[in-house]
């Protein structure tokens, strides 16, 4: 059985529904290098009480670590992927991302994945792409001749993707995103409202309430508060450290005890607005959550240009995959249509949509729906057994 056949078989077997997401391939091999010094970012630096601000490239910022978690097959390798963490603060140390890229290395894919220091710090920053690019130049240097690895974003883990691809096109073999998002201010107000925008209508569907924290934390630096906002900042990223990943406490009644003692740790002055990040309150001077947000938005319009990915979808010559779950609760899957259509007027570009995969969790499909949903498990299984080898894969099989 050809390498790329085998990988798929066991990429079948892993991700599908019917493996309990406990398990993953035994045998693999996990090391870290540190390419990069500095001040602890995510968890441990707020530990140690080494916390980067929001918006901090308005001054100068201390250098911070930069670590490459590498899994390794237990055969043959047939292929490389650099895989992108989205926003959270343990980025490939996260149980769900360490078991992904278990399972692609247990299918031979050798996987990088960089700790990015500021989604460990749930910043959107545009030193992530700087430093993402700084990993794929790292890797790329590490690969025999004429081997090139095969980006993997997930989340808001696809701006930067995208970003490195077209500022490295000869480098980057392909770019697979998944649960990715075409327009930054439409994915911000999904994670408040649940309303999903695709072609001119609008869609409610279920949103994660336990994401609005870090939503708010970014949106600090355009509120024009007039105090320091630090104990607020910390607050807001302790309420992420003790929900995520803890489904039983998206019913704001199982949270709220937890969030109001949280709330004691801010000031007076700023406890209120802690209560509308957090979803202990629904409304603040008159002004909803989501009216805050898109006042944020306008404010600071022009300094988030950097995680907004037209830019880099103008400049788009590598072949892309986008891949989303139907029931994805963090970015609606109406971003990876919106995502597609605007690349694939300008590379080679293919689209698969499963109910199988929420970003979070998997949920199973009725009967009617699971051919369906198998041909698309299908292709996104494809797609990923082919790293490195994306683009001829595409060229074979265009539709």
Known sequence: ???????????????????????????????????????????????????????????????????????????????????????????????????FCRVL?????????????????????????????LVTKHVCNSLPRGIKPSLFSISFGSAPAL?????????IDAVVTFGGYAELNTA??????????????????????????????????????????????????????????????????????????????????QQDLFRLAVGLRDELDGQSAREWLDWGLRQGHEELEFARPQRAIARASRPTVVLHGREDDVIPWGEAVKLERALKGRVPTRLFLTGLFAHTNAEMPSIAELGQELRALLGMATALSRAGQIEAWLQQHPN
């Not at 100068?60 to 043959?76: H, N, W």
């Not at 290395?105 to 500021?118: E, R, S, T």
């Open 188 to 269: 911000l107000r999904f994670c408040l409202d649940g309303v999903m925008e695709l072609e001119g209508r609008s869609h409610k569907l279920s949103r994660d309430p336990l994401n609005a924290p870090a939503l708010f934390l970014n949106l600090l630096p355009f509120l024009e508060l007039r105090e320091d906002t630090q104990a607020l900042e910390r607050a807001l990223r302790e309420s992420v450290y003790r929900t995520w990943g803890r489904p039983e406490l998206k019913p704001l009644s199982a949270r709220a005890r937890l969030l109001y003692d949280l709330a004691e740790h801010v000031p007076r002055g």
């Open 105 to 133: 290395a247990g299918a031979g894919l050798m996987v990088h994945a960089p700790m990015l220091p500021g989604y460990l710090d749930l910043l959107l920053s545009p030193t992530v792409s700087d430093d993402l690019e």
């Open 1 to 99: 059985m050809a390498g790329s056949d085998q990988a798929l078989m066991r990429l079948l077997r892993w991700l599908g529904p019917w493996t309990p997401d406990h398990r993953s391939p035994d045998g693999i091999q996990k090391r870290r290098e540190v390419i990069r010094a500095g001040r602890l970012p995510g968890v441990r630096g707020f530990h140690a009480r080494e916390l980067a601000r929001p918006a901090a490239w308005r001054g100068d910022a201390e250098p911070t670590q930069l670590e490459i978690v590498r899994y390794y097959p237990r055969e043959s390798i047939i292929g490389h992927f650099i895989v992108v963490q989205g926003l959270h603060y343990q980025g490939p140390d996260d149980p769900r991302l360490d078991r």
């Open 163 to 171: 970003e490195v691809a077209a500022r490295m096109p000869e480098a």
